[in-house]
Nanobody
Framework: QVQLVESGGGLVQPGGSLRLSCVASGGSFSLAALGWYRQAPGKERELVARITSNGDTNYADSVKGRFAISRDNAKNTVYLQMNSLKPDDTAVYYC?????????WGQGTQVTVSS
């Protein structure tokens, strides 16, 4: 069973930065595709960024040029560096781990962008 623990969320002013981390245990981390999703109040969960086992990445149009996803297989950790944050980025951010046709989710971490 894969367990995911996110950290790094919080309150930040518009234009600020945060780095989210997600540590995985119990799975084949190096083989997994990893992603960050977010869900704002009243909205559906949406993909923010994704990185494959080969290191290929893709991003939602709304975050391109501002966010960067990366992975450290030695630490079983995936990161999301978020720069130039906007109020519209406010949401609960979830880590996703996909391997062998199975998906796993973290508990989520709140990101609030407000002055």
């Amino acid at each position: 069973q894969v367990q995911l623990v996110e950290s790094g969320g919080g309150l930040v002013q518009p234009g600020g930065s945060l780095r989210l981390s997600c540590v995985a245990s119990g799975g084949s981390f190096s083989l997994a595709a990893l992603g960050w999703y977010r869900q704002a109040p009243g909205k559906e969960r949406e993909l923010v960024a994704r990185i494959t086992s080969n290191g290929d990445t893709n991003y939602a149009d709304s975050v391109k040029g501002r966010f960067a996803i990366s992975r450290d297989n030695a630490k079983n950790t995936v990161y999301l560096q978020m720069n130039s944050l906007k109020p519209d980025d406010t949401a609960v951010y979830y880590c996703n781990f996909a391997v062998f046709g199975r998906w796993y989710w973290g508990q989520g971490t709140q990101v609030t962008v407000s002055s």
